[in-house]
Structure formats: structure tokens, C-alpha cells
């Protein structure tokens, strides 16, 4: 019997259109482009400023992106994946609306969270369901709206999140391409130094905690850059290891974009050139869990059948892994 793989079938983004610059942000807080662009590699990043629209609206458009390429009927989708740190709601599921909207309606969907790593954690869930033999369509979208959760008086988090979405469909192959292994990891003491304190059920919302501007997201930014350069560089060596990369088999890093200097740090660790390192950040900054899929259709392109390509990710919570997939078709 021949053995399922998941493998990526079709990519699909979608991007607000307000460009936010480092030259803007230095009218809110004290930082100018010199520091931003040196220290994260940052230049601009987008911003959903549309009136009442929130990280769906961003999803639904890349799926619809995807779904015109891949010309497929949204019908034949079996489930639905979202991962996201800022639904629509807290309670109403985010991916059961988007499915909703985009006509797949014999789907079932849901939110995975899992900080920057949603992504990430989420390929792994989409190839389960694919790889058990039930599903043959698995959408799976990164989306993010950080500008609602974000401090614009705080300089260590306002330069570098952004807003974007991306979206991967996942369908079986039998050829040996798609997903080949997996290295995930999580570290819950990472919560006190990377997270959101209101809001959730250990602070409700209160007066005092609006007040203390408790529903923005904050970060012990040495710490968290400490624990992701060590993190991600060592969850990619370990994908390698395990499979016998060399540097030459692998053609490609598909990095999640937090700061330039980690993501150098991972090709270095892995003795890739630059020019195998897929980057945006300078364009979209940090999307969260749309990083990752941005970079997949940014480089569609450039992308061949049979391309080994290694994604690492590292997000709040801790959590952090990487993958290793054989991409599965020719960008026409």
C-alpha cells in the first residue's frame, strides 16, 4: 500500500493596503528608522485600518486568493484551520466563520493558537488529518490583526508586529512529497515573558485593567530574543540531523519573521547562504502566524517540485519547532 504524505497544493495571501513606516512610528514613540532597521530588519508593515473588519477578514481574502488559483470548489474543503493569537471573538470560532464565508460549506473548522508558532503547529495538524485517509482537503491560514492588541506608546512591541494573512492547502500525495518529519516543542514558563495579561480568564475585563493598559501585548524583549535564536536554530539543526540534511540537500529556510538577526542566526546554525533564506520582513514585520505563509506565496515562484524546504518558527507561550517538506508541484 502506497504511503499518504500531506503536501502543499496551493498558497494564497492577502495583505492590508495602509503601509505603516519606521518614519511614522517615530512620531509615537522615541525609536527612528536607523534603530529599527538595525536591530530587526523592519522597514514597514501593514495595518488593517478598514472600519469593523478583524483577523477574518484577512483570512477570508487569502483563502479566496487561494482558492481562484488552485481553481478549486470551496465545497470539496473537509476542514477548515485557522490559526490565530487575535480571533474575531473569544468564544465564536474565527475558522467556522471564515469557512462560512467562502462557501466551504462542507467543512468543519476550527482555531488552533499557539503565539507564532500557530502555523507551524498548524501543518503538523493539517497532514494528521490528511495522512489518517479521511480528509483530502485541508485548508489550513495563518491570520493576525497585532495592530489590535498592540501598545503604540510601547516601542518594544509596536515596531515590529504587523497584520497579513496566508493560507496552504493540503491534499494527499504519493509520490514521497509533502511533509516528511516534525520537531515541535512548547515550554510553558515562556508565559512571563511574552503574552497578553487581560482579557482572558485568569484577568476579565475590567476598568482597572483598561486602565493599566493590561490588553496589549507585552515581551521581556532580551529574554524572548535569548530563548528564540537558541530555539529555532536548534529545532532546525535537530529536523537535519534527524534526516541527514546536509546544508547542500536543503534548498530552502522558511523562516518565521521576527527579527532578522534570529533568522540569520538559523542559517547560519545550519550553514545555509542567504540567498536560501526566504525574508519579508522589511515589507509586513512580524504577522504572527501569517508569517509563514506569507513567505510560501511570496516565493511561489521560485519554488520547484521536489524543493527540500525547512520552516522553523518560534512564539510565545514558549512554543517553537520546525518541519521538513518536499515541496509538491511547479508554480505555472
Known sequence: MTKISAAITAVGAYVPEFVMTNKMLEDLVDTNDEWITTRTGIKERRILKEEGAGTSYMAIKAAEELIKKRGIDPKEIDLVLVGTATPDTLVASTAAFVASEIGATNAFAFDLLAACSSFLFGMSTAAGFI?????????????????SIIDYEDRTTCIIF??????????????????????LRSDGNGRSYLSMNGGGSVMPATEESVKNR???????????????????????????????LTHDDVDW????????????????????????????????????????PLLLNDYEKQLKKGDNLVFAAFGGGFTWGS??????????
Do not use: C
Open 214 to 244: 493590561q490588553h496589549y501585548i507585552f515581551q521581556e524583549g532580551k529574554t524572548v530574543f535569548k530563548f528564540a535564536v537558541s530555539n529555532m536554530a536548534e529545532a532546525a539543526a535537530q529536523i537535519m540531523e534527524r534526516n541527514s
Open 253 to 292: 529556510l522558511v523562516p518565521h519573521q521576527a527579527n532578522k538577526r534570529i533568522i540569520d542566526a538559523t542559517a547560519n546554525r545550519m550553514g545555509l547562504d542567504h540567498d536560501r533564506v526566504m525574508m519579508n520582513i522589511q515589507k509586513y514585520g512580524n504577522t504572527t502566524s501569517a508569517t509563514l
Open 131 to 147: 495522512e489518517s485517509g479521511k480528509y483530502k482537503k485541508v485548508l489550513l491560514i495563518g491570520a493576525d490583526k497585532m495592530s
Open 323 to 332: 518541519i521538513y517538506l518536499k515541496w509538491a508541484y511547479n508554480s505555472k
Open 162 to 183: 504587523g497584520d497579513g494573512a496566508g493560507a496552504a492547502l493540503f491534499e494527499p500525495n504519493e509520490e514521497g512529497l509533502g511533509m516528511q518529519d516534525e520537531y
